[in-house]
């Protein structure tokens, strides 16, 4: 059983913050670089950020500046992606991503394993 699991999505009035989490069974994701996307309706699935084997961390969205962070509980096995001040444009469908390598990468089809993602909803 190899699965991601994300929660942690919700109703959040602009300029709020949440933390998603991704957390992982069947596999130890250390091995693994995790990577989050989401999709907003009629739109294509997009990288926001990742985090790799090695602990480094890649931001994927000028819209981001420096709003978002990923990071790592490894004793969780657990990836959350950390969002202050949200802004209406991020609302959306939030996927986290495994993929079978040490390095990132911000697009989606060199990921492996996907969860079913979590609805983030930015609005007052």
């Known amino acids: 059983q190899l699965q991601l699991v994300e929660s942690g999505g919700g109703l959040v009035q602009p300029g709020g913050s949440l933390r998603l989490s991704c957390a992982a069974s069947g596999f130890t994701l250390d091995y693994y670089a995790i990577g989050w996307f989401r999709q907003a309706p009629g739109k294509e699935r997009e990288g926001v950020s990742c985090i790799s084997h090695f602990g480094g961390s890649t931001n994927y969205l000028d819209s981001e500046k420096g709003r978002f962070t990923i990071s790592r509980d490894s004793t969780r096995n657990t990836v959350y992606l950390q969002m202050s001040s949200l802004k209406p444009e991020d609302t959306a469908v939030y996927y986290c991503?495994?993929?079978?390598?040490?390095?990132?990468?911000?697009?989606?089809?060199?990921?492996?394993?996907w969860g079913q993602g979590t609805q983030v909803t930015v609005s007052s």
């Open positions: 991503a495994a993929r079978r390598s040490y390095s990132c990468s911000g697009h989606v089809s060199p990921y492996d394993y």
